[in-house]
C-alpha cells in the first residue's frame, strides 16, 4: 500500500477545503488513541471519551467500593496546532449488585415499592441511577423497576434468529447464574433506524443480577 499526500493544511489560515479534511484528521487522531486503549484493554464507559481499565481496580473495603482507574482523553485543536489531552479519571462502583441491596432491603423489613420507587427516575427527586454491568462493563442509566418478567420465562432473537431465555443466554455465554425470583431494571435508550437515522426509543430489561451501581454525585 503506497500513501499519497494530497494537501497540506495551515492552521492559521484554513480555507473551507481544508476544514473539512481537518474534522476527518481530528477524527483519525482520535481513533487511534481509542484503538490503543482497547488494545490495553480499556473499556469505554459511557457516551464521553473516558476509558477505565476494570483489570486494575482496587477495593476500598471502607466504604464497599471498586475503584476503577482510567483516561479521558480528547483531541483539539487550538491556534498552536492539535493537541492530545489526557485526564486521568477514577469511576467508584459499589461491590454489592442491585441484587443484593435489594434482598438486603426485603430481609430489613422494607416494602417491595419502596426499594422501586428508589430507581423510578419519572421521579424528580431521585437522582437517574446508573450501573454497570457487572460481565462487559456496559452503562446504563435506569428509568425503572419492574416484576413482571423472570429470566426463566423471558426470551428474546439472537443473531441466529433463534430464540433463547435469558436465564440459558447468560449461563452459556459467561457462566452467570440468575436466580428464578428477581426483578427487572428498564432503561430506555434512543435507536436510530431507517434512512436518515430516525429516533425511536427502545427499552432494554437488565437483571440485577449482574448491575452494580455507580454512587449518587
Not at 473539512?20 to 484528521?25: E, N, P, R, V
Not at 475503584?67 to 459499589?94: C, D, H, M
Not at 435469558?166 to 425470583?181: A, D, V
Request: charged share 25%; with cysteine; glycine share 4%.
Amino acid at each position: 500500500m503506497k500513501i499519497v499526500p494530497k494537501m497540506t493544511i495551515d492552521l492559521d489560515e484554513l480555507s473551507k477545503d481544508a476544514q473539512t479534511h481537518l474534522s476527518a484528521i481530528m477524527n483519525f487522531f482520535n481513533m487511534v488513541v481509542r484503538s490503543a486503549l482497547r488494545e490495553k484493554k480499556y473499556q469505554q464507559v459511557g457516551r464521553f471519551p473516558i476509558f477505565f481499565l476494570a483489570e486494575d481496580k482496587i477495593k476500598v473495603d471502607r466504604h464497599n467500593l471498586w475503584a476503577w482507574p482510567g483516561y479521558e482523553v480528547q483531541v483539539k485543536q487550538s491556534e498552536q496546532g492539535i493537541f492530545l489531552n489526557i485526564e486521568s479519571r477514577t469511576k467508584f462502583i459499589n461491590t454489592d449488585t442491585v441484587l443484593t441491596q435489594f434482598q438486603a432491603a426485603m430481609n430489613y423489613g422494607d416494602r417491595e415499592a419502596d426499594f422501586f420507587e428508589q430507581f423510578n427516575s419519572s421521579n424528580i427527586d431521585n437522582p437517574r441511577k446508573v450501573v454497570i454491568t457487572s460481565h462487559n462493563s456496559k452503562s446504563y442509566q435506569v428509568d425503572g423497576m419492574t416484576d413482571k418478567f423472570s429470566p426463566d420465562t423471558y426470551t428474546f432473537q439472537k443473531r441466529d434468529g433463534t430464540q433463547v431465555t435469558m436465564t440459558k443466554y447468560f449461563h452459556e455465554m459467561y457462566s452467570i447464574k440468575l436466580r428464578p425470583k428477581q426483578p427487572f431494571c428498564t432503561s430506555t435508550t434512543e435507536v436510530k433506524t431507517g434512512y436518515g437515522f430516525q429516533l425511536s426509543y427502545a427499552t432494554k430489561l437488565l437483571f440485577p443480577r449482574i448491575l452494580l451501581l455507580t454512587p449518587s454525585k
